[in-house]
């Protein structure tokens, strides 16, 4: 595994794959490497046959009372990770390198990126949008993998990659969870232990809602509401919002069907938490 941090040296190794008739696989993260990750690694690896990650902890994604500063790094970890995964490349660039003039030109994805996080933290999807477009271009993935739990960063970035023709397929591999429900995030390490139990209320209330749904309930407030009594359960944790919408435009749908997205948000603490599932009755996805 090579790890790069320069720009250069990265399309210069890349243009030495594409010239051997390799397909590139990205997977782009912000480190502190869980499962999740892997998933995305494993993913790439089975599809292509150059696989990139880059680690880079993108300040422009992150609102002025948010985390940037306390965002766990842990580089060494991370890389002997994807050194046991056998990927072909780590770009680990700095701020500077990404951004050497200051963030003055950035991608907005306008109307889907104000909504679900956008709405709760602004300018974060401007932030994400921006340095995913910077990084396909310094990559030119075949194939970029990201996860289901980000699934309004995913719609976005759907979104720009049709609108902006980048020739790249997005791919989203399914949510990967801990035995009790928990889905897996970096920010899970911030969780004091009864932080972490009361953190599994995201997914019962999920959990709750499908069997809602599969049992013939298709009204988005109804719905709504019934994750709303499970979050009643658990007073500590503070709802950021409980939303049903359409998982390509992110707007909010009155009445559920197979393929609407359930979103939330909460705090577990001062932690921020999303999780997702998409309907499809019949079916348990938790």
Known sequence: MKIISTINQTRA?????????????????????????ISL???????????????????????????FSRYPRTFEADRQKLEIEGIDLLFAPSVEEMYPEGPATVVTVEGIGDRLDGRSRPGHFRGVTTVV????????????????KDAAQ????????HDLMFPVEVAVAPIIREADGLALSSRNAYLSPAERRQATVLSRALREV?????????????????AR??????????????????????????????????????????????????????????
């Open 13 to 37: 190794a890349l243009r030495v794959a594409r010239q051997q008739g390799k397909t590139v696989g990205f997977v782009p993260t912000m480190g502190a490497l869980h499962a999740g990750h």
């Open 41 to 67: 690694v494993r993913a790439a690896k089975s599809r292509c046959g150059f696989v990139v990650a880059s680690i880079f902890v993108n300040p422009t994604q992150f609102g002025p009372n948010e985390d």
């Open 133 to 148: 477009s910077k990084l396909f271009h310094i990559v030119e993935p075949d194939v970029a993998f990201f996860g289901q």
């Open 154 to 161: 995913a719609a976005i970035i759907r979104r720009m990659v």
């Open 210 to 226: 499908e069997a809602r749904y599969t049992a013939g309930e298709t009204n988005s407030e109804t719905l709504v509401g019934v």
């Open 229 to 286: 009594q499970v979050f009643a359960s658990e007073p500590g944790v503070r709802i950021d919002y409980i939303e049903v919408v359409d998982p390509d435009t992110l707007e909010n749908r009155s009445i559920a069907k197979n393929g609407t997205l359930i979103a939330l948000a909460a705090f577990a603490g001062t932690t921020r938490l999303i999780d997702n599932l998409v309907l499809t009755a019949g079916r348990t996805s938790l």
